[in-house]
């Protein structure tokens, strides 16, 4: 679990700035930052879970 998350962030961040850019393009600015926050909040949510994981094994490791 250690490169693939940085590369699956990483990929997740260029999709979305791209769409992004699309709809700014097109004069879709709200659409486009709704997007921007779907992208924010997923990458948050994999974070989230990362960060949830390593107390768990923090707790494991000393006995908690």
């Not at 940085?6 to 659409?31: E, H, N």
């Amino acid at each position: 679990m250690g490169v693939e998350i940085i590369f699956k962030i990483a990929a997740i961040g260029i999709l979305i700035t791209v769409i992004t850019q699309i709809l700014r393009k097109s004069d879709r600015d709200d659409i486009a930052t709704l997007v921007s926050l779907v992208g924010l909040i997923i990458v948050l949510t994999l974070v989230i879970n990362m960060i949830s994981e390593l107390f768990s094994n923090v707790k494991n490791i000393f006995n908690i």
